[in-house]
């Protein structure tokens, strides 16, 4: 076992030792990121990052584009220590809507906005055994690379400023806007494998409108291949198992076509009025794999399928997003900005290469099995003025109102794609109804699900003293569906001198249940841990008000509340060397989550006798856990400038911890169906504790001499565990090391680079038998870098 290093000596270690550290990750040819203006959690206009009361990253396009990957949160996860990002396979829709993990919080504990206007959530709710489980967040992989000039990131809670799901912190993706300049870009790649190809092409341009406006377009389109690192089923084989000794799964990453379109302006219509919008389109189409039925198993059909078959999830997601609005400037010195934002997400499921057993050897082998979509609009007006209250530096006051109106829509899929025809199995049981992987949406389960909130804001924020900065913010908020919320938030921020500073924070934040929670209800194979290795389940999600549901002890969901505390150094000892280290403590009660999977025969027997007689368990979402979440941030950067080139040290480091504090005990409803049934489980207790890495730490270098760069960057992922349902079937996967190169070189406005991700091939600790079904699946889809091992890349762009 690996010894960990405590979160103070390693501070103290990286303050003393190294002249390098991690906060943003800008080069010397990039506007220096300690001077650059923000606008996430502050209201002040002329806010810098080190200025600020809260740690704030810079994430420029330049680093997003350093890597191999075409996915932004991917690229995030490499710049950002507190961000998880794994890569889930055979988990229905989660492989096309992967979450990302801030802080070891849930995915839907990040607020993300574009232009500091809230982005919409995606339509997926996360119901497999992955990280997030039980989450519905923005899919960030939505928005373009190309499309953006930088990447904000306020790792505090922000609730009293921005409201719901800002507990774990706030990622504001600001896009291009310039009205001149763009770029053209082709990228290629394959991991050593053989497999993965990925290719993408991507663009952006601004232009002029007039003498008085701006617009910028960018568009970005591409392909990757799948991954398959499967292997062979190694098990006792019987009649319904795996052939022996062949490789019939696939594990890995998907098939996927992706496109993306953008715009930005604005157009200045007088002196003290400014209209401006913009809009983002995205569309991928996603092929994912599940599980393997052998030609021997009841499930599949000979005639169909002489050699069995491995169904596949097709998934087509659909994103718009837009925004319009109008910024005055008074006589009085009052900014006022009126907007409205629509945003939505469409996920339709195609199933392949199926059948519906129950139809018998008629069965179709493809059907569409409905559609989920999240629609949101967004009216905000917001004022701002400069006070002169005698302080040091004017007192910035901010206020406004916000309106949210959301809906989410399940629809039902095709008949054959979730009727029983009635044919039985061979032993006269009833067959399984629907297609197999994912039997489609029924109407019973389909609807429409709307609410709108209304929330008022109000804040404070100033230097009180040329060394004293104090903030104050407070919000309320009023929605249709479960009632009010009040937050608040202080910060504060003392500069000792121009080399130290110390900043802190304390707030209280919430997360509204997500209308996906609340209403999404379907039936899905999941793979879960059991004392005979990891088996096939078919199981009911259902809505908290069904009546299945309510037997098994649902109740009505409430908001989960946080209170955050936070306290950071911020250090300048020399000359381009930036040091933040920040210490924080997260507590949210009456977290949401999805039940454990409920498969006991008591709780089986009752569902198959009222009215599922084709499920082998349920779970509905509760708020049944408290949960403090502690760890630090130890973050920024050096540049050493030498004779004839400059070399840009990064390093970054993260630990986190999150501890169940309460969890809440079966209902009596629950009891008398199953009196041994456990509703939140040891493998849910596991993924919360120790599901992500406790720590992660990376330090890289950049050296740029004459026309070429040279990058490396090394990254250390920390241990993990998967719980099963006994201590027996735990593993811990150690921590791994992955090294990232690139070389570029420049000539002209044209760049050549050509890198590599994880060149030495690493990958995590294989998984134990039997829950790698039977040596199937070798890796875990929980770890932190995926397991498709070493990518190489070349890179040509343009710019002008």
Do not use: C
């Amino acid at each position: 076992m690996n010894r960990k290093p405590s979160p103070l000596a390693f501070a103290v270690a990286l303050a003393l030792s190294a002249p390098t550290a991690f906060a943003q990750q800008a080069s010397p040819s990039d506007a220096q990121t300690l001077d650059t203006l923000i606008v996430t959690g502050t209201r002040v206009a002329d806010r810098t990052v080190a200025e600020s009361t809260a740690p704030i990253d810079i994430i420029t396009p330049a680093v997003l584009e350093s890597t191999g990957t075409t996915e932004l949160a991917t690229a995030l996860s490499r710049a950002l220590p507190s961000l998880n990002f794994p890569r889930p396979a055979i988990s229905d829709g989660t492989d096309a809507v992967r979450p990302a993990q801030l802080r070891g919080l849930s995915p839907d504990h990040v607020l993300v906005l574009v232009n500091g206007k809230r982005y919409h959530s995606g339509a997926l709710v996360n119901v497999n055994g992955t990280q997030g489980r039980g989450s519905a967040p923005v899919d960030l992989n939505t928005i373009p690379i190309a499309a953006i000039a930088r990447v904000e990131v306020l790792r505090d809670g922000a609730s009293a400023q921005y409201g719901s799901d800002a507990i774990a912190g706030v990622i504001n993706i600001v896009l291009k806007g310039s009205d001149r300049g763009g770029g053209v870009s082709a990228r290629y790649g394959q991991y050593s494998a053989g497999d993965g190809e990925q290719y993408q092409l991507s663009a952006d341009a601004g232009f002029k409108l007039g003498e008085a406006g701006s617009i910028h377009f960018a568009a970005q389109g591409g392909h990757q291949d799948q991954t398959d690192r499967a292997r062979p089923f190694i098990g006792t084989p019987t009649a319904t198992s795996a052939p022996l000794g062949r490789v019939v799964q696939r594990q890995g990453d998907p098939e996927v076509d992706h496109g993306s379109f953008s715009y930005n302006g604005e157009l200045a219509l007088a002196e003290y009025l400014t209209f401006y919008s913009y809009g983002v389109y995205t569309k991928r189409d996603v092929l994912s794999n599940g599980f393997f039925r052998p030609a021997g198993d009841s499930r599949n059909i000979p005639e169909i399928y002489p050699d069995g078959f491995l169904p596949q999830i097709d998934n087509e997601s659909t994103d718009n997003n837009f925004v319009f609005g109008l910024k005055a400037y008074t006589d009085g010195g009052t900014n006022i900005d009126l907007s409205y934002t629509y945003g939505s997400n469409e996920l339709t499921f195609d199933i392949k290469n199926t059948l519906n057993r129950s139809l018998g050897p008629t069965s179709p082998t493809a059907f569409y099995a409905g559609a989920l979509e999240y629609r949101q609009h967004v009216l905000n007006l917001d004022f701002n003025k400069g006070l002169d209250w005698g302080l040091a530096y004017p007192v910035t006051l901010s206020y406004g109102a916000e309106w949210r109106g959301e809906k989410f829509i399940q629809s039902a899929g095709e008949p054959g794609s979730y009727v029983n025809g009635g044919v039985l199995l061979p032993d006269g049981s009833p067959a399984p109804s629907g297609s197999q992987v994912f039997p489609g949406f029924t109407p019973a389960y389909s609807g429409s699900y709307d609410r709108n909130s209304l929330s008022f804001y109000a804040g404070l924020e100033g230097n009180v003293t040329e060394k004293f900065t104090l903030g104050l913010a407070g919000r309320y908020e009023d929605y249709s569906d479960f009632g009010t919320t009040s937050t608040g938030k202080i910060t504060a921020r003392y500069e000792f001198n121009d080399k130290v500073a110390l900043r802190g924070t304390a707030a209280t934040g919430f997360h509204a249940p997500a209308l996906q929670q609340q209403n999404y209800q379907a039936v899905s194979t999941n793979f879960i841990n059991t004392p005979l290795g990891t088996l096939p389940f078919d199981i009911a999600t259902f809505r908290v008000d069904h009546p299945a549901a309510i037997a098994l002890g649902a109740e009505p969901l409430k908001a989960e509340e946080s209170t955050n505390l936070s306290l950071g150094l911020v250090l300048q000892p020399v000359d381009n060397l930036y040091i933040t280290i920040d210490a924080y403590q997260i507590k949210v009660d009456d977290r949401i989550t999805l039940s454990s999977n409920l498969t006991s025969t008591p709780v089986r027997d009752y569902l198959n006798a009222n009215g599922f007689p084709d499920v082998g368990g349920g779970r509905y979402f509760t708020n049944a856990i408290d949960t403090t979440t502690e760890g630090v941030d130890i973050v920024g950067t050096y540049t050493w400038n030498l004779p004839g080139s400059s070399l840009d040290l990064t390093a970054g480091y993260n630990y986190n911890k999150t501890t169940i504090d309460r969890v809440a005990g079966n209902p009596a409803v629950l009891e008398a169906i199953d009196p041994t049934a456990v509703r939140f489980d040891r493998i849910e207790i596991g993924r919360f504790e120790k599901g992500s890495p406790r720590d992660k730490f990376f330090l890289g270098g950049s050296w740029n001499v004459g026309a070429f760069e040279l990058s490396a960057t090394a990254t250390r992922y920390g241990e993990f565990t998967v719980f099963g349902s006994t201590a027996a079937n735990d593993q811990t996967f150690d921590p791994e090391w992955t090294l990232d190169l690139a070389a570029t070189y420049t000539l002209n406005n044209w760049a050549f680079t050509l890198g590599g991700d994880n060149v030495l091939n690493e990958y995590p600790d294989e998984v134990i038998f039997p829950n790698s079904t039977s040596g199937q699946f070798a890796y875990s889809s929980s770890s932190p870098f995926g397991f498709n091992g070493a990518f190489v890349y070349a890179n040509v762009s343009y710019k002008w």
